[in-house]
C-alpha cells in the first residue's frame, strides 16, 4: 500500500459480507414489513405448489371455497369475513406455515375486493397497499399475480 491508499482495518471497523449486504438492503428498502415474509416464500422456487396446499388447508369461511371466491371476486361483505379470517389465523399462528397462509388470506382478499369492486376492505390507504399488491404481483403464481396487479391498478387510480 502506498501511502495515499487508506488501510481497510485501519478504521477498526471491518465488516463481513453478510453484514455489508443486509445494510445496504435496509437502505434501499427501508425496515422489512410484515408482508415481505410472504413476499419471499411467494419468492421461492417451490412457491405454486406451497400456495395450493396453504389455500387447501385454510380455514373456511362458511361454505365458501376461498380461492374461487377471491379469484372470482365475492362481494365486498364476504371478501371482509375472508380477509378476517387471515388476520385470526394470523393472530394464532402455531407455525410460521400458518402465520404467512393467514398473511396471503389476507392481502388477497384485500386485493379482490379492490380488483373486482374497487373497495379498500382493511385500515391501509390505497397509497399503503399499492407497493404491497406490487411487490405481491411480482412473485406471485398465476392467477394470483394477475388479481395482485389488478388490484394495484386500483390502488394507485391507473384502471
Known amino acids: 500500500m502506498n501511502n495515499n491508499t487508506p488501510n481497510p482495518s485501519s478504521s477498526g471497523a471491518e465488516l463481513e459480507a453478510g ?6 438492503r435496509l437502505g434501499l428498502s427501508g425496515p422489512r414489513r410484515p408482508v415481505d415474509a410472504l413476499i419471499d416464500r ?7 405448489a406451497w400456495l395450493g396446499r396453504a389455500m387447501e388447508r385454510a380455514p373456511r369461511v362458511g361454505e365458501l ?3 374461487g371466491a377471491m379469484l372470482r371476486g365475492a362481494d365486498a361483505d ?3 369475513r375472508i380477509k378476517n379470517t387471515g ?3 394470523l393472530a394464532d399462528a402455531g407455525t410460521e406455515d400458518q402465520r404467512l397462509t393467514g398473511l396471503a388470506i389476507y ?4 386485493a379482490s375486493a379492490l380488483a373486482h369492486h374497487d373497495t379498500v376492505i382493511c385500515s391501509r390507504t390505497r397509497d399503503e397497499l399499492h407497493p404491497v399488491l ?7 403464481p398465476d392467477p394470483w399475480a394477475g388479481l395482485c396487479t ?3 391498478a386500483n390502488a394507485s387510480g391507473e384502471r
Do not use: Q, W, Y
Open 19 to 24: 453484514t455489508i449486504t443486509r445494510l445496504f
Open 42 to 48: 411467494l419468492g421461492a422456487p417451490d412457491s405454486e
Open 65 to 67: 371455497e376461498l380461492t
Open 78 to 80: 364476504t371478501l371482509s
Open 87 to 89: 388476520k385470526m389465523l
Open 107 to 110: 392481502f388477497f382478499a384485500v
Open 134 to 140: 406490487l411487490d405481491l404481483a411480482a412473485v406471485c
Open 150 to 152: 389488478n388490484a394495484a
